[in-house]
Nanobody
């Protein structure tokens, strides 16, 4: 069993930056892929970024590529999402998730463990 706890959300002006953290407790195996998703009011949960636990290979949604950076610290069992050049369209609850087999890619239904989410609000 893996527990995920997000932190670092908040309110920021457009153009600003935030860094989200996801602390994982429990055993994270090399096959795992860690992902960030977001969900805005009235919208479906959407993929933001993912990173392989073993070698740290990242993948991004087109909407955030070049602005967001995902990284992980294997020692601290923590995944980060550095967000820059934020726009009001980035406003959402951001969720950290873990995919045990690494085959889920951008499909949230394939992820096995989820955090409780952290709110990010970007004011224009």
């Amino acid at each position: 069993q893996v527990q995920l706890v997000e932190s670092g959300g908040g309110s920021v002006q457009a153009g600003g930056s935030l860094r989200l953290s996801c602390a994982a407790s429990g055993r994270i195996f090399s096959s795992y892929v860690m992902g960030w998703f977001r969900q805005a009011p009235g919208k479906e949960r959407e993929f933001v970024a993912r990173i392989t636990w073993s070698i740290g290979s990242p993948t991004y949604a087109n909407s955030v590529r070049g602005r967001f950076t995902i990284s992980r610290d294997n020692v601290k069992n923590t995944v980060y999402l550095q967000m820059r050049s934020l726009t009001p369209e980035d406003t959402a609850v951001y969720y950290c998730a873990a995919d045990r087999l690494g085959s889920g890619y951008s499909n949230p239904a394939k992820y096995d463990y989820w955090g409780q989410g952290t709110q990010v609000t970007v004011d224009s």
